[in-house]
């Protein structure tokens, strides 16, 4: 064997080598994405289970609020009903919105306040809306390094023979960028 077929075998052992690396590393942080994706999944769905307790306890005491409680459950139920991640994500902002007007409803109620399975239940919400924020925070680190993977070269050149594509970031709607207006 000639010293030239040789080189030539060890160069393409190493691109074959990188190719295999980068495409590897590519399909990980793909899944690692999705995986963060799926704990925002989790918590909101701990959100969704917990929402009825909180409004049935709400109806209790403010029997004439009914819009507020109504526009609650219907965010709840087009969680339910969303198909698509980015419906999920839609419909997730629009019931931290109504969530936060429920709250804001409360504070016109002071045996609301004090009922104790009350104050218990938004507790619950509470730390399950911490953990969205969190995991949300985690999977937009996911997407921001898979993202900067797949434009930076020479690994977008990979990404583009295997249709790799840019994932979204999980951002906050427009809504819930502004202030929340209550009116009692």
């Known amino acids: ?3 030239l077929l040789i080189v030539i075998l060890v160069v393409v052992v190493l691109v074959l080598l990188w190719f295999i690396g980068v495409y590897n590393s590519l399909v990980s942080l793909k899944n690692k994405v999705k995986n963060q994706f799926s704990q925002i999944d989790v918590q909101l769905k701990k959100r969704y289970d917990l929402i009825p307790n909180l409004v049935e306890t709400v109806k209790g005491y403010t029997k004439h609020e009914t819009e507020t409680l109504e526009k609650v459950m219907e965010a709840r139920n087009g969680y339910a ?3 698509t991640d980015s419906e999920k994500v839609e419909s997730a ?3 931290s919105k109504q ?3 429920l ?3 409360a504070e016109a109620y002071p045996d609301l306040k004090a009922n104790s399975n009350f104050l218990s239940l938004q507790n619950d919400l509470k730390e399950i809306e911490d953990k969205i924020s969190y995991a949300r925070q985690f ?3 996911s997407v ?3 993202n900067n993977k797949i434009q930076m070269f020479p690994s977008s050149l990979v990404a583009g023979i295997f249709g790799f594509k840019l ?3 999980f951002e906050a709607g427009e809504n819930e960028k502004e202030n929340v207006k209550v009116e009692f």
């Open 1 to 3: 064997m000639s010293v």
């Open 81 to 83: 009903s969303a198909k």
């Open 93 to 95: 902002n629009e019931l």
């Open 99 to 101: 969530v936060t007007k």
């Open 103 to 105: 709250f804001a409803l």
């Open 139 to 141: 999977y937009n680190d």
């Open 144 to 146: 921001m390094v898979y």
């Open 167 to 169: 994932e979204t970031f």
